[in-house]
């Protein structure tokens, strides 16, 4: 849509037609909100989240993520179309495809999760992501290796979502979940869209080849970090209280 929008219509009416959607959404949220319960406000602090040792490494974990996704995200229909020689359109769909293959991918991330436990789900889709930017770069095929990449990274990149919330419900009391949830999400899409001028700079001064070999740096990173993730299947509200 973004596309066919900015094609016909100029590039501005694309951003005035998602941010007239986001104004009604937010709308519609602000009423619903006023009709839901009043909750109790808690005075958690964010170093009283810091207390949580484990809670370190999954921020570290969401930087790493937030490195690669942030970054295919911005560059992914460009590489396509200087790297790949495929059209615009068809760029632009690919990554409409991916979200597509997510949509599944959140049930299955979740219904895993519960099955096998987080820690597992996020290793086997940090694994996912790595072999999906492989496959991208170095098959010889290109179209085959766009289509394996658009599977392989829209299930991995959307299960690991459903996974990484529960673990972070397992390792903190509910009383903060707001505020861990919070940091998490800074961490994840707030210092890791430095990547995207990190990218930036490296597809500007060596070609995007180079910047989509440095974001599987990333991807790779992220797979190491969560095979020493906290391996929670069960929570205790009673020793997370006490060790805060």
């Given at each position: ?8 219509f ?36 964010f ?27 911005f ?31 959140q ?11 987080s ?5 086997a ?6 072999l999906?930017?492989?496959?991208l770069?170095?098959l ?16 991995s ?10 673990l972070?419900g ?16 800074f ?10 001028s ?47």
């Amino acid at each position: 849509i973004a596309w066919f929008v900015g094609s016909y219509f100029g590039w501005q009416f694309a951003f005035i037609l998602f941010g007239a959607f986001c104004v009604i959404l937010a709308v519609l949220l602000a009423k619903s909100m006023k009709k839901s319960e009043n909750k109790t406000v808690s005075n958690i602090k964010f170093r009283d989240a810091l207390k949580i040792s484990e809670l370190w490494i999954i921020l570290v974990f969401g930087i790493a993520s937030g490195f690669f996704n942030k970054g295919v995200e911005f560059f992914f229909p460009t590489y396509l179309r200087v790297a790949k020689g495929i059209d615009p359109m068809w760029a632009s769909m690919a990554y409409t495809l991916i979200l597509a293959f997510g949509v599944p991918a959140q049930w299955l991330g979740g219904k895993t999760s519960d099955l096998f436990g987080s820690k597992k789900v996020l290793m086997a889709t940090s694994l996912g992501v790595v072999l999906s930017t492989f496959t991208l770069q170095f098959l010889p095929i290109s179209l085959l290796g766009v289509a394996l990449f658009i599977v392989f990274y829209g299930i991995s990149l959307n299960a690991y979502q459903p996974a990484l919330t529960s673990l972070i419900g397992l390792i903190c009391p509910e009383i903060m979940r707001g505020t861990v949830y919070g940091m998490f999400f800074f961490a994840a899409f707030g210092i890791g869209s430095i990547s995207q001028s990190i990218a930036g700079y490296c597809a500007d001064n060596y070609g995007l080849e180079s910047a989509f070999r440095l974001l599987t740096v990333f991807a790779l990173t992220a797979l190491v970090i969560s095979l020493v993730l906290p391996k929670k299947r069960e929570i205790d509200q009673e020793a997370l209280l006490f060790k805060c």
